[in-house]
């Protein structure tokens, strides 16, 4: 009985085969886990280009182990329009790293999530990912211009699934810390 692949079609197939096992698709976001831990964040406010206050969250150990070493309430005055910058790091070796850069360029995968509650502040995300989609490494803050005290969810979501519309609960979180917040 005669064989049904030839040489010719053996080799096609091997190499097809090996082809695809060795490319990894980076359109996948289920892959696109491999930067290192966020375990700070700061938020600092500017206006006129000028940073006026910053506030930060700074675990070091990373989740578990001990207690952040930072945990800053935000306290801003009222009726003020404020850009925001968000800077990310990892310090779980003993170094900075700064993973802001790296989010960026995985933004595609990615969204901060700015959710008050107690307290009408309006935060507005100006930056856009590769895709045109929202990002949230810059935005714009407006304080109402009555006082009030509540909390300010800041999320990074990573997302399992290419952006469109997406929601806080979307994917699973890089980053969550709920900030005490006050407007004086």
């Not at 910053?54 to 945990?71: H, K, V, W, Y």
């Not at 009555?146 to 909390?151: D, L, M």
Request: with cysteine; aromatic share 8%.
């Amino acid at each position: 009985m005669k064989a049904f692949f030839s040489p010719r079609l053996h080799i096609l197939v091997l190499a097809a085969l090996l082809v695809a096992g060795c490319s990894k698709n980076s359109s996948n976001p289920a892959e696109d886990t491999d930067h290192a831990a966020i375990t700070t964040i700061l938020l600092q406010f500017k206006q006129a280009g000028v940073t006026r206050f910053e506030f930060g969250f700074d675990d070091p150990d990373g989740d578990g182990g001990n207690s952040p070493i930072r945990f800053d309430n935000i306290v801003l005055p009222r009726g003020q329009v404020y850009q925001v910058d968000v800077v990310l790091q990892n310090k779980v070796s003993g170094t900075v790293k700064d993973m802001t850069a790296v989010i960026r360029d995985a933004g595609r995968f990615h969204e901060f999530f700015f959710l008050p509650s107690g307290v009408a502040v309006d935060v507005v995300k100006n930056d856009r990912d590769m895709l045109g989609f929202p990002l949230g490494l810059q935005s714009t803050w407006t304080t109402p211009a009555v006082a009030g005290s509540g909390k300010m969810k800041v999320t990074l979501q990573h997302l399992l699934v290419k952006k469109a519309v997406n929601q806080p609960t979307d994917g699973h979180s890089d980053i969550n810390v709920d900030f005490n917040i006050q407007i004086n």
